[in-house]
């Protein structure tokens, strides 16, 4: 097992990982920022290394600098949690080229996973289901057009290295179909350095569902069920549940499968999300597969009883999975919501400052990952999430009544945060019957 592990991140995931090496007896190295030099958690780090100022590409994104950081400390792995480098492939090559275990996939089966075109040439072979459209890239018009005729409208035009919702253009008949190819053509180039584009099925009304998998490097790789992320604005998940309700259990085993399978074929050791929309008939298509922990995790870990964290640092040090696919079920339902420091109010302008108050909702069934305190000052430099507020209990029902008695424990202040919406959303007929679509929210926000 590794000695000692530098955590390339900030925030509650710095937090939730430095815990999880702890537990395992494994040193954790934090590096951070100008702008989080006053970070609670820094405290308990084994060591704190200043990596520069407050901007991210001078720090959690400046590879060199982590790097350099990892060699003074001496470290075994790196974990790079989400977001900033975690889907890096030059950053996990950089790691292994410089004897760093990275916690995380190898560049080529990251390379493999996160290029969509070869995504879905992947999981087409693994029969995973996937959207109609183009078989790989398109090279013109008229091969855009036949396709499109083929699957019928509306569908969208997507770059192959597209991310963070970025490059993508919705066409509901053929002259708009033509006039946004090259368009989105040129585009992904200037974006993405790489101009491949492709095309699919547009769906009107859809569930996000997704699977949550891990591999080993031993050719072993299991899922442990589906979250519900369906809670959305602009892209951006909201709310967070498992199991979803109301899916036919016996569907979700076989996308679970089929997910597994995706990650065995790309000899994916480590944590990744395969994530899905799923149609009104239950029919599931692809989107794209994360190759890193997600933010929402613990919603899995709390129905599974899995430590997903845990478990990718022992695949990266090269242990088997503990467990096997008839091992894993799950108990309960479970929910987080995310606490952003925006104000649902005002169309979610972003409340950066200090926290003066902070009274957390605690007792049974509730986890809070976060790294805030009272007299801790928001820095306006990085994604507004402060926290989630997690609930476990045996059913939908009973978590929904917890999370409602929680949500009234929880004082924040004088900051504003999302969670005043959450409690208005507990009174949504609609959200309590469950299975809202992807676009629910931002209609009754409206
Ligand atoms: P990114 O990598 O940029 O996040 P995704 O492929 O995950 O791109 O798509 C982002 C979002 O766009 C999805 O969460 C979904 O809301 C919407 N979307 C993508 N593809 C489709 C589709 N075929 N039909 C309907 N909505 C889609």
Not at 398 to 411: H, I, V
Request: glycine share 8%; hydrophobic share 40%; aromatic share 6%.
């Amino acid at each position: 097992m590794f000695r000692r592990v530098l955590i390339a991140n900030r925030g509650e995931i710095a937090l939730r990982i430095l815990r999880a090496c702890h537990e395992m007896g494994i040193e954790a190295v934090c590096v951070y920022s100008e702008a989080d030099r006053d970070a609670p958690y820094l405290r308990l780090a084994d060591r704190a290394i200043c990596i520069g100022p407050g901007p991210s590409k001078d720090s959690y994104l400046n590879i060199s600098r982590i790097i350099a950081a990892a060699e003074i400390a001496d470290v075994d792995a790196i974990h790079p949690g989400y977001g900033f480098l975690s889907e890096r492939a030059d950053f996990s090559q950089i790691c292994r080229e410089s004897k760093i275990e990275f916690i995380g996939p190898s560049p080529e089966a990251m390379r493999k996973l996160g290029d969509k075109v070869e995504c879905k040439r992947t999981a087409r072979a693994a029969k995973v289901p996937i959207f109609p459209g183009s078989e790989g890239e398109i090279e013109d018009e008229d091969e855009a057009a036949q396709i499109a005729s083929d699957i019928g409208y509306p569908v969208i035009i997507k770059a192959s290295a597209g991310g963070g919702g970025r490059g993508m253009r919705v066409c509901r008949n053929e002259a708009s179909l033509r006039t946004n190819i090259r368009a989105a053509q040129q585009e992904a180039l200037a974006a993405f350095g790489n101009g491949a584009v492709f095309i699919e099925k547009f769906l009107e009304h859809a569930r996000h569902i997704e699977v949550q998998v891990l591999g080993d490097k031993h050719g072993h790789a299991v899922h442990l069920f589906e979250r519900d992320c369906s809670i959305q604005r602009r892209h951006q998940k909201l709310i967070e549940e498992a199991p979803a309700p109301g899916v036919d259990r016996k569907k979700i085993a076989q996308l679970g499968e089929g997910a597994a399978r995706l990650i065995k074929q790309a000899d994916y050791a480590g944590a990744a999300t395969v994530e899905f929309l799923m149609d009104a008939n239950q029919q599931f298509y692809m989107l794209e597969v994360n190759t890193r922990v997600q933010v929402e995790h613990p919603v899995t870990e709390l129905i599974t009883g899995i430590d997903i964290v845990k478990a990718s640092i022992s695949v990266a040090a090269g242990e088997p999975l503990g467990f096997k696919q008839k091992d894993i079920s799950v108990t309960g339902h479970a929910i987080e919501c995310r606490i952003n420091a925006e104000d649902p109010d005002h169309d979610f302008r972003p409340s950066a400052g200090l926290i003066e108050t902070w009274r957390p909702a605690g007792g049974p069934g509730v986890r809070l990952d976060t790294h805030v305190s009272a007299g801790y000052r928001v820095p306006p430099n990085y994604d507004s999430m402060i926290g989630k507020l997690l609930i476990h209990d045996d059913s939908r029902e009973e978590a929904l009544a917890r999370l409602g008695r929680s949500l009234n424990e929880f004082e924040v202040g004088p900051i504003k945060t999302t969670l005043p919406l959450y409690q208005r959303l507990l009174d949504n007929s609609d959200f309590r019957a469950g299975g809202v679509d992807i676009h629910y929210l931002e209609r009754w926000m409206k």
